[in-house]
Each structure stands twice: as C-alpha cells, then as structure tokens.
C-alpha cells in the first residue's frame, strides 16, 4: 500500500464511522457535534510526508487527500452552528435557512478563478498550485489566500472549503424542501427505489456525466433532488457517496454496467418473443 492509499482507506473508516452516528441520538446537534470529533481526530493523523515519492504523489496529496479529510471537519463545524442556531417557527426557519446561501456564494466569489478550476476537475496548473515549491513562484490569485501549514497549502484550504460548502448547499437545499414540501406533491410513492442508495447516486452522475438533462445545464444537485422525490429517497449525502463511489477497487460504475447486461438481456429476449419478458 503506497503512502497515499493508507488515507484512501482511512477517509472510508470515518466515513463509516461518521455514518455510524444516526444510531446513537435522535439529537441533529449532538450527531452532528460526534462527527465533527471523529473528523477532528481523523484530520490529526492525516500528515505530508517530508518528502514524497513523486510529484504525483505530492499533488494528490495536497489537492484530494488532505483538502478530504478538511472538507469533513468545516463542514460539520458549520452545521453545528447551523442547527444550534436554527429559530422557532416554519417561516422563520425558512428565512435563516436561506440566508445560508449568502456566504457560501461570497466565497465562491472570492476565490471564483479557483472555484472554476475545481469545478471543471482541471488539473494542467497542479504542479504550480498543489506541489510545495510550485506555488512559491506562481502569481494567479487576486485575492490573498488562507495560511497553508506542514499538512496542507493555500490552494488545498480553499479547495476543502469548496467541498464543505457544496455538502452545506446540498443540506440547505434539502431542509428548505422539506420546509416548503416542495417536490413531495404528485409524486406516487408506491413507485420505490429499491436498489442501493449508492446505485441511485450512481445513476444521477451518470446522467449529469452524460448532458442528458436539460441539455448539460442541470446541476448534479438539481439531478439528485428530482431523484429522491422522484423515488423517496435521502440523497443528501450524495457527495460523499460519490467519492466513495469514485475509489472503488474493481469497476467504479457496477450499477451501470449491471444495467447495460440487464438491458442487452432484454433486448436479446425480445428478438426472440416480441415482448421482451425476463
């Protein structure tokens, strides 16, 4: 197992863990107080190493692997403050709720150079942004950016705040839906999902990958809340499952080729009766 793998694997363990929460409280504050503890102690043993191995190496580092594990942490320290602060009443909640948009778009902003290069997953200036020695020389900013330190740089904080902030859109818009029970009505909840949730997830990236919605222009956020009203699921967290998704050992898309086989499948039985019954 190479230097970066080890915390491939340690990212799934605090995941579980984190997961593991609903189980011990009814209290939102308190799961959510938990699973900033257990991020908190999974960050600690996250460290660069002095020297890595290969460039490569340094890159995914400080652009995935630490910006990961920081991601986790401001994430439920904003939610935390979230919650504890939620006022009385629908109306009210409602208006707090979408204040919440307002600095996660002023950040966005600030860094929107770098937001469209995270979004866009580019990676041609890596060498100058995530290697420790790149970013020295290198003028691309007009905003100054956070303070790096031995286990992270600059352009990884950002990039992990990026991630929190998209985990805290996903929340806002979900809790606004079921405030104003928007998307709940004329649906016929006698139509189930009854896959896993991850394949659902899969299914709402593969058609966000494929432009097939709205011409290209629809959100993955906007896919995965048609979804789960669509079929009455909790697709929240459909960020975190996609990384999940994305460091699968054998085949990253299993629910989309298990589709294609059924499909072919039915389509050879319909050459044969015209009905394509399985």
């Given at each position: 197992m190479d230097y970066n793998e080890q915390f491939s694997h340690l990212f799934l363990k605090m995941k579980e863990e984190i997961a593991a929460i609903?189980?011990?409280?009814?209290?939102?504050?308190?799961?959510?107080?938990?699973?900033y503890l257990i991020a908190s102690d999974y960050c600690s043993k996250v460290k660069a190493s002095d020297v890595f191995d290969?460039?490569?190496?340094?890159?995914e580092f400080f652009k995935k692997i630490r910006p990961g594990f920081e991601a986790e942490l401001i994430y439920f320290g904003e939610l935390y403050y979230l919650i504890s602060s939620l006022p009385e009443g629908k109306k009210n909640r409602i208006k707090y709720l979408e204040s919440q948009y307002v600095p996660i778009m002023m950040y966005r902003r600030r860094y929107q150079s770098?937001?469209?290069?995270?979004?866009?997953?580019?990676?041609?200036?890596?060498?100058?942004?995530?290697?420790?020695?790149?970013?020295?020389?290198?003028?691309?900013?007009s905003r100054p950016l956070p303070h790096g330190d031995p286990n992270s740089l600059p352009v990884g904080k950002v990039f992990a705040r990026f991630r929190a902030y998209q985990e805290l859109h996903g929340y806002l818009q979900k809790e606004l839906g079921k405030l104003s029970n928007k998307g709940v009505n004329g649906i016929n909840h006698s139509i189930r999902w009854t896959a896993t949730k991850a394949a659902l997830v899969e299914l709402a990236?593969?058609?966000?990958?494929?432009?097939?919605?709205?011409?290209?222009?629809?959100?993955?956020?906007?896919?995965?809340?048609?979804?789960?009203?669509?079929f009455h699921q909790d697709l929240s967290q459909f960020y975190r499952t996609f990384q999940e998704i994305r460091i699968r050992k054998n085949s990253r898309t299993t629910f989309l080729d298990r589709l294609k086989d059924k499909l072919e499948r039915w389509m050879d039985n319909t050459d044969l009766n015209s009905r394509g019954d399985i």
């Open positions: 609903g189980s011990t409280s009814s209290n939102p504050l308190v799961r959510t107080e938990q699973a290969t460039q490569e190496s340094e890159i770098l937001y469209e290069y995270w979004c866009l997953d580019r990676s041609d200036l890596d060498q100058q942004l995530f290697a420790r020695q790149g970013l020295k020389d290198f003028i691309f900013f990236y593969a058609l966000k990958a494929s432009g097939a919605i709205n011409n290209g222009n629809a959100s993955i956020r906007d896919i995965a809340t048609h979804l789960e009203n669509a």
